[in-house]
């Protein structure tokens, strides 16, 4: 039985990837000019995972990616979260499960976000970018967060929708959950990360409560 869950927060908890790719192809078209099509995008800095700087020689990475936090803490009202997943965390506190974050997203941004979908009040912690020395693929943060909370990592499960939250997930000596919902269809392509193995693969968060509150 599970009963420490682990969150990622982009792509996860809160459906956000979309407004990143549009934030993306802000930052690049008005602080450089490029214009991208969010095809591309999508394409090149989700399913590829290739560096913008690669692709465009005279982006700056630290200022595009700070813009690119400005234009997404601007537009925090429109985050929405995954569907169900508000109902799933109220079942789990009722449960007497604990759940932490554990995301990339830089402190700033994620606290804000937080903030906007007010849902801070189910985590016993949060962990951003800055928190820890490395970050996932790591164990470092998920261990962190496991030692606030009091976690077994027998009764531990780490959840999310990408590569580095399994690894990181892997590493830490945990169990996994890669979160491919219908939402994140239109990002990654179908099984591009079931070849790492996660113990589960949860489709909708009904499934994962199912799987979390089994007897």
Known sequence: MYNYILFDWDGCLAHTLPLWIKTFQAVLKNEYGIDVSLETVTRAYFKEKREIDKDYPQVELNVFFSRAIDELIAHKHEILLQDYAEEMLKTFKKKGKTCAIV???PRPALDELLDATNIKRYFTAVYGWEDTEKNKPYAMPLLSAMNDMGAKPSETIMIGDTDVDILAGKAAGIATAWYFSKE???VYDKDQFAHLEPDYIIRHF??????????
């Open 103 to 105: 995301s990339s997203s």
């Open 206 to 215: 009904k499934e994962f409560v199912d799987l979390i509150t089994k007897k």
């Open 184 to 186: 994140n269809s239109s």
